[in-house]
């Protein structure tokens, strides 16, 4: 699988929350930091959240005390938990490892309407 498969994206009003997933087989067997990243139309992608192999995460500014991210080793899966979700949080988000990055997937889309 050369990429991650990503999920739950949506629309949702301000105020709102979403739960996103991804998958891929690697993500229980491969000690690598793993990270959320979103990208605005017409920009490069950022990172919101990384999560190491041990499950300690990090957050961009903009998403502390927002958004919480999970990885679960057993079941290759990495969750990013989107709460009082703000206009300005509708882009394509997307994960991937910080180091030894794959090939990038689809994303997934979420948008927030005010």
């Known amino acids: 699988q050369a990429h991650f498969v990503e999920s739950g994206g949506g629309l949702v009003q301000s105020g709102g929350s979403l739960r996103l997933s991804c998958t891929h087989p690697?993500?229980?067997?491969?000690?690598?930091?793993a990270a959320w990243y979103r990208q605005f139309p017409g920009k490069d992608r950022e990172l919101v959240a990384e999560?190491?192999?041990?499950?300690?995460?990090e957050y961009q500014d903009s998403a502390k005390d927002r958004f919480t991210i999970y990885r679960d080793n057993a079941k290759n899966t990495m969750d990013l938990q989107m709460d009082n979700l703000q206009a300005e949080d509708t882009a394509v988000y997307y994960c991937n490892y910080v180091l030894d990055a794959l090939d990038w997937g689809p994303g997934t889309q979420v948008t927030v309407s005010a």
């Open positions: 999560i190491t192999t041990c499950g300690e995460p």
């Open positions: 690697s993500i229980g067997r491969y000690i690598n930091v």
